[in-house]
């Protein structure tokens, strides 16, 4: 198929990358007039949201888009594809960005903003759409590295000691991971000649059995497990995300290590499926040992912003256990030993999940239940941040010692932290829920009820590490006499206790987990076909190449 | 550095190299050149001057901060791309308009208008950077 004429509709497809760098190059213009910047970077943040709903609408309308950059012709352009799976996640990215830089108007000081908070947001942005929406292995890597850039930006804001020493770690490991991912782009590109996704997944199964490709889907497995922070390359998080401002935090939180997620799903499943199939063993170890570590480092925190970074790195492991899944006896996943312990207790739910999604393979499932439960991460870890720092603000610190009695002062915060925390352990009737049984029930069906199990208890234990954050920060009454540790400086210097305005960024999150836990339907058939296209690319290469090729 | 024959000509020399750097840029398009070896001689330019007679004198020549003109640049390149709207291409298309100005053609191109955009990003962005170094050192 030759591309050409395109409607003003099609830009659509490359609309949130062009809005996010033209509002971050204006913001930067304006960089020295900071009471400015909030209005022009709130609207702007409007918009990016608007052009993600009009896309996913698009999206789900007519099937994957593509649109040629430059009007080269595939597979020797760079495409643009956007199919169900980008357009959720751009979708989801757009919706935290704005409610992120709402909670940013005023958490953010006027020192930080000429330094220049909202234009790397922006082009942080930039960086996560565009990497949601290119068809392109190397494009891929470049937005990788336009998001990294606006990362270091956001995370040394403020440049006090602790925050370096964080990014330090952040940007080795990042860039430790880049460059494995442009080593293998170099390897892929001298195996296949090309670079195009759509191209890939068509001669990719001409290579069956190859040792090369396995060569191949390990080094990006690594790479973007490093990104995702999966067992056993998890360190940098807790060691890099508790140092920035709560706002940056949360949008790294939700959205970053969810980039990761997304380059795998893109580049393991669709491209090299059987490869996929080979590795599903390691994967599902991976996935449980992500999801334990993360659980039992909630456990064993007691400063709030720590404990959040595990939840993130448990939620990396649930997200995983969905890409473990495949056929049963097709993945040949032995190492994990069927016990039937687990499998009594979650009958009930299967049947449920079973009616959500009927007559799909467990690969489906399995996938669909990891994407929406990422969607669902991507909100509620970021709504947890925001919530956190308004409490941090209120109390003076984030240590789970000093904080006490929020319930009492505030108790329109304390119901909405309680829904995120309830919605990320996993408990119906919030957002967490229904992947989690989705993901449970494939694991069975997928012939892994160890798998299955870990989920549960996973789910157990952050339930428990949750109650002790709500009791602990929310429900006892206020300590005494607080004590003054050095931590408590930062807290102070981020300027006067949250106004009501910081609420609304969080109700805007709380109604999609609601919404997503109360009525879970439109978004398990998003998901659903965003899953099916990944497992059957035939749509997405049909959008690139023309229904005959 | 700041002998006298260094100070004197440094202004003329800073000139010659922005104007040189200007032919580059504009040269680009079907010969060697373009818009980052451009910008990367109007940044040393720029360097040259800081050296000879301070930061503070770059500065006020060059009106904006770096910052804004490196974002100007970004902003004029996107720009360029989303000109193709109007032509019902693909993002980024190269699309040329001859207008005739006194009897001579003039091409004018989204490419050039792109090209002007990585020129003024690596100018703003590496004079910024140059001139945070030469202040350090001087004060």
């Known amino acids: ?549 | 550095m700041r002998t006298i024959i260094f100070r004197f000509t440094a202004p003329y020399l800073t000139a010659l190299m922005v104007l040189f750097s200007i032919f580059v840029l504009l040269r680009g398009h079907n010969d060697p050149g373009g818009g980052f070896i451009g910008g990367l001689i109007a940044a040393s330019a720029f360097a040259i001057y800081g050296i000879a007679c301070g930061v503070a004198a770059v500065r006020r020549a060059l009106g904006f901060h770096p910052m804004a003109i490196a974002a100007a640049g970004l902003f004029a390149a996107v720009c360029a791309g989303i000109f193709s709207v109007f032509a019902k291409s693909g993002f980024m298309t190269g699309l040329w308009i001859f207008p005739k100005f006194f009897g001579t053609e003039v091409a004018l191109s989204t490419p050039m208008l792109f090209d002007i955009g990585v020129y003024l990003v690596v100018v703003g962005g590496i004079s910024s950077i140059a001139l945070a170094l030469e202040e350090r050192e001087s004060d």
């Open chain 1, 1 to 549: 198929m030759v591309h050409g004429a395109y409607q003003a509709a099609d830009f659509l497809v490359v609309a949130p990358v062009a809005l996010c760098l033209l509002f971050g190059a204006g913001l930067l213009m304006i960089r020295k007039r900071v009471d400015w910047h909030p209005f022009v970077a709130i609207p702007g943040f409007c918009l990016l949201f608007a052009a993600d709903v009009l896309l996913l609408l698009k999206v789900a309308a007519d099937g994957p888009r593509t649109m040629m950059m430059g009007d080269w012709q595939p597979p020797f352009g760079i495409a643009f594809t956007v199919d169900m799976l980008g357009a959720l996640f751009v979708t989801t990215a757009g919706f935290v960005a704005l409610a992120s830089s709402i909670y940013a108007t005023f958490s953010i000081s006027r020192t930080e903003r000429r330094y220049g908070f909202f234009p790397f947001l922006f082009l942080m942005m930039g960086g996560v759409s565009g990497a949601f929406l290119t068809g392109d292995v190397f494009n891929l890597y470049v937005w990788f590295e336009v998001l990294l850039i606006g990362s270091f930006g956001l995370l040394i804001l403020g440049s006090e000691h602790e925050q370096l020493d964080g990014a330090t770690k952040y940007c080795f490991l990042n860039l430790v991971a880049t460059t494995l991912f442009l080593v293998t782009t170099g390897y892929l590109y001298g195996l296949f000649g090309t670079l195009n996704m759509a191209d890939i997944a068509e001669k990719a199964g001409r290579f069956e059995n190859d040792g090369a490709l396995l060569t191949i889907a390990v080094l990006y497995l690594v790479a973007f497990g490093m990104k995702a922070a999966a067992f056993p390359l998890n360190f940098w998080l807790p060691a890099s995300y508790h140092t920035p401002r709560f706002v940056v935090s949360a949008l790294f939180a939700g959205l970053l290590t969810k980039v990761g997620v997304y380059a795998l799903i893109r580049v393991l499943l669709m491209l090299f499926p059987p490869q996929h199939a080979d590795l599903a063993t390691l994967i599902a170890w991976v996935a449980a040992l992500t999801m334990l570590v993360g659980a039992f480092g909630a456990l064993a925190q007691s400063d709030l912003r720590r404990l959040l970074n595990y939840f993130v790195i448990a939620g990396i492991g649930t997200i995983f256990a969905g890409l473990a899944l495949t056929e049963p006896g097709g993945g040949a996943a032995a190492g994990m030993v069927a016990t039937s312990a687990g499998a009594a207790a979650t009958d009930a739910a299967a049947g449920e999940a079973a009616a959500l999604l009927p007559g799909s393979t467990s690969q489906v499932v399995g996938l669909s239940g990891a994407v929406f439960y990422a969607v669902h991460s991507i909100m509620v870890m970021t709504a947890l941040y925001l919530a956190a720092g308004t409490a941090a603000r209120i109390a003076g610190s984030s240590s789970l010692r000093v904080m006490g009695g929020l319930w009492r002062s505030r108790p329109a915060l304390a119901a909405l932290m309680l829904v995120f925390l309830l919605a990320v352990s996993g408990l119906p009737p919030f957002s967490g829920f229904w992947p989690k049984v989705i993901l449970v029930r494939g694991a069975f069906q997928a012939g892994l009820p160890v798998l299955g199990a870990i989920i549960l208890l996973t789910g157990f234990l952050m339930t428990v590490a949750s109650a002790r954050v709500f009791a602990l920060a929310f429900w006892r009454n206020a300590p005494a006499a607080p004590e003054a540790d050095a931590e408590n400086a930062v807290f102070r210097a981020e300027g006067e206790p949250a106004p009501l305005v910081s609420l609304l960024p969080l109700l805007m999150l709380a109604v999609f987990v609601v919404a997503a836990g109360i009525l879970p339907q439109w978004l398990t058939e998003l998901t659903d076909v965003a899953a099916r296209g990944i497992v059957d690319p035939a749509a997405y290469v049909g959008s690139v190449f023309g229904g005959g090729s």
